[in-house]
């Protein structure tokens, strides 16, 4: 037995060295996906470099041609190149994506840390109405809303995907926020005269900012999700809008002539997006609960 076994202490754990921790810590980090999605993101948002041709022209005398040398993906019924809309595409898909997430995290935290520093009857009158708000299919209330907007464009469409998504993140921030509301230093900057947003922005919101950051990329999978299924029904974006869900929506066209390229490739590229955002949300939570269980 050697001298440090001898004087290792039961019950107390040895202190890690820096660089063990850290790579403990990049330990399981999905680095395919990661890659794969800054290559498609990088590129739907640069698509003007890597465009061989209009993605909204129609060009009806190539219209339901396979995959070739001039149209690497082909084209669809309207005759609009399949490989330049991916990119023109992806890049509205992606913006949805990002503002309706940003909406709904901006809508989470501000209703979840009102109700977690709020009184217990008005938590509690909170916490009932977001249940409520849960108990209610998402689809449902997207439609509805987006019904009395009118016509969906870009933003309308991220405005009523943000405000429906936000409840899951609240109830997680209002549980965080009363753990930590009677800690000291939030007493003592409400004692000094501190406002809400100050001490939401200096004291509660990087205290559970971790624990909510793989709902929030799982918010961006769902908005690009929703947006894609709604063009998809026909009651998103209109077809002249390009994006990945639009797209989808010529699918049963395609199926009827036997056009799977139409199908496959959009389909293809949202399901690769997705399922990154579903490996980086995953991460990030195994990461949030490796982190709590060290506490």
Not at 66 to 72: D, G, T, V, W
Not at 118 to 145: C, H, K, N, Q, Y
Not at 275 to 290: D, E, F, H, Q
Request: aromatic share 10%; hydrophobic share 50%.
């Amino acid at each position: 037995m050697t001298e440090q076994e001898l004087f290792t202490l039961v019950g107390i754990r040895a202190e890690q060295s820096a660089p063990a921790k850290k790579v403990r810590r990049m330990q399981g980090f999905p680095w395919i996906s990661v890659i794969l999605l800054g290559i498609i993101v990088l590129c739907c948002f640069f698509a003007e470099v890597i465009m061989t041709k209009d993605p909204g022209y129609l060009d009806l005398k190539n219209y339901n041609v396979a995959p070739n040398s001039e149209f690497l993906f082909g084209t669809d019924t309207l005759g609009r190149d399949i490989f330049s809309g991916i990119w023109y595409g992806g890049r509205i898909s992606v913006t949805i994506g990002f503002l309706a997430t940003l909406i709904s995290t901006f809508i989470a935290v501000v209703y979840g840390s009102i109700s977690g520093i709020a009184p217990v009857w008005l938590d509690t009158l909170m916490m009932r109405f977001t249940e409520i708000f849960l108990s209610v299919p998402g689809l449902l209330l997207v439609l509805f809303l987006q019904a009395i907007l009118g016509q969906a464009n870009v933003v309308t469409l991220s405005i009523v995907i943000g405000v429906t998504s936000w409840a899951s993140i609240a109830k997680i921030i209002r549980t965080e926020v009363r753990q930590i509301r009677n800690s000291e230093y939030v007493v003592a900057s409400r004692c000094m005269g501190g406002k809400f947003f100050h001490i939401l922005r200096k004291h509660l919101g990087p205290n559970f900012i971790a624990s909510i950051m793989f709902m929030v990329v799982m918010n961006v999978r769902g908005a690009i999700a929703s947006e894609s299924t709604l063009s998809f029904m026909g009651m998103g974006l209109p077809l002249e809008i390009i994006s990945w869900g639009s797209m989808l929506s010529l699918a049963e066209k395609a199926l009827l002539s036997g056009c799977w390229w139409m199908i496959l490739v959009p389909g293809a590229f949202l399901v690769t997006l997705l399922m990154c955002l579903t490996n980086i949300g995953n991460y990030l939570r195994k990461n949030a609960n490796r982190k709590e269980s060290n506490l």
